[in-house]
């Protein structure tokens, strides 16, 4: 169903004069409540009455991951504390996460935008999810938990993990929607015929997947494995979490919900915008947002775009699926790590020097797997055994406090690890996604 | 009277001991006493040599981690009970034997044994007193 007719199938003029309003008022807005933006628009030399049409947004300033960074923890938010009623954090690239609030409005955004990703995957009211990305600071769990409140679904919030029961309950309560991560829904139909289910008679019809990039042969192998429609939703929590854009049932892009998310694909190079159907990093204006409303904010997401109307009757452009990244973070069962964190642990762990490499792999249906080679030094080389394994654990303990997720360390001989013009090749992904 | 030895890292990787064999061979450092350790991913070879200083540098010029480690050498009767007599005392002292290895060579009839203590001088001063003997550096080089 299409939750919003409204925006979502608006003629284009419409939708222009929609996105004007609002950022005749977002600027002045941005300008006047948060210091950090205020400093930038001068300094740009765009004062709030210089904005008259969202073409005016060409002359603004670009928002980059490192300006979240440098204003960590709320320098780019345009309200008071008092006003934020949730956080959200994610994976920065070193120290800090990245920090995200909501205020009460920025929750019913939310609710919105995700009932349209739930709308648009096939979901009507009175159908049941269930909802298997993990709940908690990352984004995932709590963002399709505000659609389907919205929406009006019966909600199974099982969180990620514990794939027994995950199945069991999918059973039990006849869920008809799943949402989670598409290689956890790879894994669990390896999972059922461990457990001697038929996946192919699954309850599950339509699969939400994203948070990680995937596929077309992902896609279709799902799709065989459990008989379902499989979609791909994306979002990042900078932005407001998963909700910014989600695929029809004709898997032909995904449509971006450009009336509160303004799209540009950028030229990361020259800052200007490529042309229609090019391949561009993904920036996006949060037209309405009040907490933490961003302008021009780069994903570092290479993507193309589209804007002829969908089949499904919808006016709203389509972004590709993610064809590769401006900077060299990956996604490991949905998180996002940045060589960059590691190399921070490496070097904050005395006598450890940060020559070391990534190597994430996925054996055939199962859940990826980190290994972080680290080359050891005659600084912290010890004759016994056991100070190399406590050192080696050490490292493990600290890296996981930080991505959040497993991983395995194995110390190497110096020199062993490849380098590339002097620089170490930080990653090697054999996963085939 | 402490002797040295050297540790190096090693990946379990086909060829690596080779490798640190023949380089310290074709350099004419010869191998008094060695011992490896290893764990499922890599392991600490520990050699006792003849010219230590040369070892560690040419190991070290060739990209092997390798350091210097004090260790104790001492004689044990090559007869059942020997070693036992000799970890009887140890362990009535408190010392705690690290690890142990042994020579290739020996003096006399009885057994040369590597010693690494935790805590080396006190386990001297142990051995000392009760008149085991102690290798020193240059009995080896005379091996």
Known sequence: MIWREDVECAAPADLKELQSGYLKKLIPYIYHNCPVYKQKLDKAGVTPDRIKSIDDIRRLPFTTKEDMRDHYPFGLFSVGQDHIREIHVSSGTTGNPTLVGYTKDDLKLWGDVMARVLGCAGAVPGDTIQIAYGYGLFTGGLGFHYGALEMGLRIIPTSSGQTARQLKLMQDFNARIIACTPSYALYMAEEAKELGYDPTQGNWKIGIFGAEPWSEAMRQEIESAWNMLATDVYGLSEIIGPGVAQECHHKDGLHIFSDVFYPEIIDPKTGAPVPEGEDGELTITTLTKQGIPLIRYGTRDIVSMRLDKCRCGRTSPRISKIKGRTDDMIVVRGINVFPSQIEHVLVGIEGTQPHYQIIVDRQAHKLDEVEVKVEVEQRFFSDEIKRLNEIRDKIRKEIENVLSIGVKVTLVEPKTIERSMGKSKRIIDKRAL | ?143
């Open chain 2, 1 to 143: 009277m402490k002797i040295t030895q050297i540790s190096i890292f090693l990946e379990n990787r086909k060829g690596r001991l080779y490798d640190v064999c023949s380089l310290l061979g074709t350099n004419h450092v010869n191998i008094r006493a060695l011992t490896i350790a290893e764990t499922e991913s890599f392991g600490v070879l520990r050699i006792v040599v003849d010219k230590s200083d040369l070892a560690i540098q040419l190991l070290r010029d060739h990209h092997f981690v390798a350091n210097f480690t004090d260790v104790v050498a001492i004689e044990v009767p090559d007869q059942p009970g020997g070693l036992a007599s000799i970890l009887k005392i140890l362990a009535d002292n408190d010392v705690n034997v690290e690890y142990m290895y042994g020579f290739v060579e020996k003096f006399s009839d009885k057994a040369l044994l590597v010693m690494r203590f935790e805590d080396t001088e006190f386990a001297q001063q142990v051995l000392a007193k009760n008149n085991i003997r102690i290798v020193a550096e240059k009995d080896i080089e005379g091996l």
